[in-house]
């Protein structure tokens, strides 16, 4: 009597299409994990960036202040070879020497655990301008800039960054710079 299945014909195709179909659900969700880990670090990342962009605006204010406030105090690069590349040599290093800290200016600092710096260049002698720079107004003559010259005026180039750069501590470093005009 012969049985209703033929067991010798069977060859598991049912056994290797499920094993297939769970190997690819398992690669599935592992490349779903990974992204998502990855947009989560991502985030991180970009809100550390923005806690050290607002520390190193507000050591900018702070350089401004200290410029237009007559309390200057950095380095003259009007000196005759002066070494004065565009940004500080050490911006993005470890060393401090020539930085000031500005912990009255500071933000997030309980969250970074940095204070903002800035570096204070005297860039040199330029040509100022009028209050309000009425000079280059068609109605000058209403407010008395015929014939006058405007001041001269120093400028100073501002460096700021959010902290001193820690490998260690794996943090955002954000450096900015502002050129500033001050009448004399």
């Known amino acids: 009597m012969k049985s209703l299945v033929d067991w010798t014909h069977q060859r598991g195709a049912t056994l290797v299409v499920a094993l297939v179909m769970l190997l690819i659900t398992t690669m599935m969700g592992l490349a779903s994990i990974r992204g998502t880990a990855l947009q989560e670090r991502m985030a991180g990342n970009m809100y550390d960036r923005s ?14 202040d200290t410029v237009l406030g007559d309390t200057w105090a950095g380095k003259d ?3 005759a070879n002066a070494d004065c590349p565009p940004i500080p040599p050490n911006t993005f290093t470890n060393d401090s020497s020539g930085w000031t800290r ?6 997030n600092n309980d969250i970074t655990g940095a204070v903002p710096q800035v570096f204070i260049e005297r860039m040199g002698l330029v040509g100022g301008s009028h ?5 280059d107004s068609a109605n000058q003559l209403q407010y008395g800039a015929v014939g006058s010259t405007p001041p001269d005026a ?6 700021a960054r959010s902290g ?7 943090r955002s470093v954000v450096a900015l710079q502002v050129i500033v005009k001050k009448n004399l």
């Open 51 to 64: 806690l050290s962009f607002h520390q190193a605006e507000a050591a900018l204010i702070a350089g401004e």
């Open 77 to 79: 690069c009007t000196v």
């Open 102 to 107: 500005v912990p009255l200016y500071s933000v």
């Open 131 to 135: 209050e309000l720079s009425v000079e």
């Open 154 to 159: 120093m400028q100073y180039r501002i460096t």
């Open 164 to 170: 001193t750069p820690d490998p260690a501590a794996e």
